[in-house]
């Protein structure tokens, strides 16, 4: 055999080598995950994006047989978290808690550091949970037809509490006026805490709150859910009524979580964590941890994640245009 020969079967070993581990999803993609994973979540510890993201990520943990990493990144929008991950290597071993902020941001800031469609690649929805309207437990609001109906009494008069300017509470509120027709103020506090403490104080009227830290309150009969916002009744709660069955026909705002990684990630890192999460939000103890958090497990393939953001984009989009809130 010439040197030719031998150089031309040395190349056909070589490609053959490669397209093997091509075939494969490649050689490190194989042995994926082999190190800890980092899972990125934009807010602060103790919450319910944080508290949904532990439970989801320990499981998870136990299948894909590597530690997941909670590394709590706070700011306003979820802009800081979502930023590293958007710079993150597409290596599948760095995580985005993905949520409704995200969504609400694409709309509310006029440029942000990253296109929060482009810049990631969808995982799999983790869970929705709902928000509600309370009032104080002596209030004389009864339902959300007394709500309506004293604010087109008394237009301009009906105080509404909500945490921050932009957050899914005060676009639920700024929502429900819209789609309501009613003049009323809506009164934005610093935080859910301060929120709850001016609903019993009496300084407003009613609150937009997410559901699960208000569940204290009302089981200690300090405040009263008049109704949940998304279009089912939360298990929990079961005569208390959604929005759309209390005379408001159409209005559904709910919260969600989700993960997303780095755009240009693999297929195949991408399809073994949406399996890792789907399995683990199918382990009876970790859908009680999230009943208990006021949480609704709900898995997704990433397309169906990808359509539910376009859509959460468009809606909540509109929302921010319609309320006149200035953007930031």
């Not at 997941?68 to 706070?74: E, F, L």
């Not at 609704?296 to 809606?315: C, H, N, V």
């Amino acid at each position: 055999m010439n040197d030719r020969c031998v150089l031309f079967t040395r190349r056909r070993s070589v490609a053959g080598v490669l397209s093997l581990g091509l075939a494969s999803g490649g050689f490190a993609q194989s042995a994926y995950p082999d190190r800890p994973i980092t899972l990125i979540v934009p807010f602060a510890p103790g919450g319910i994006a944080d508290l949904t993201a532990r439970a989801v990520a320990k499981e998870m943990s136990a299948t894909l047989k590597q530690p997941i990493v909670i590394d709590n990144r706070p700011s306003a929008g979820a802009i800081v978290g979502a930023t590293a991950v958007a710079r993150a290597e597409p290596d599948g071993y760095t995580v985005l808690l993905l949520s409704n902020a995200n969504a609400v941001s694409a709309g509310l800031f006029r440029k942000l550091p990253f296109d929060v469609q482009r810049d990631f690649t969808p995982v799999t929805l983790l869970g929705t949970f709902d928000l509600a309207l309370f009032v104080r437990q002596d209030s004389a609001l009864k339902s959300v037809r007394d709500v309506i109906a004293q604010a087109k009494a008394r237009p301009g008069k009906l105080t509404i509490g909500t945490i921050a300017s932009g957050s899914t509470q005060h676009l639920s509120a700024e929502l429900f006026k819209s789609m309501a027709q009613i003049d009323a103020l809506v009164v934005p506090y610093k935080g859910t805490p301060a929120v709850i403490t001016a609903l019993r104080a009496g300084e407003v009227d009613l609150a937009f709150e997410i559901l699960g830290p208000m569940l204290p309150q009302v089981q200690a009969q300090a405040v009263r859910a008049l109704a949940v916002t998304s279009d089912k009744r939360f298990a929990g709660l079961d005569a208390v009524p959604t929005v759309q069955e209390s005379g408001l026909p159409g209005y559904m705002a709910a919260s969600w979580n989700a993960l997303a990684l780095p755009a240009r990630t693999p297929a195949p890192l991408v399809q073994r964590l949406q399996r890792a999460a789907r399995d683990a939000l199918a382990v009876p103890a970790v859908q009680a941890q999230l009943q208990a958090l006021g949480v609704r497990a709900q898995g997704s393939t990433p397309e169906q994640l990808q359509q539910w953001l376009a859509d959460e984009i468009r809606r909540w989009s509109q929302v921010i245009q319609s309320a006149k809130i200035e953007l930031q």
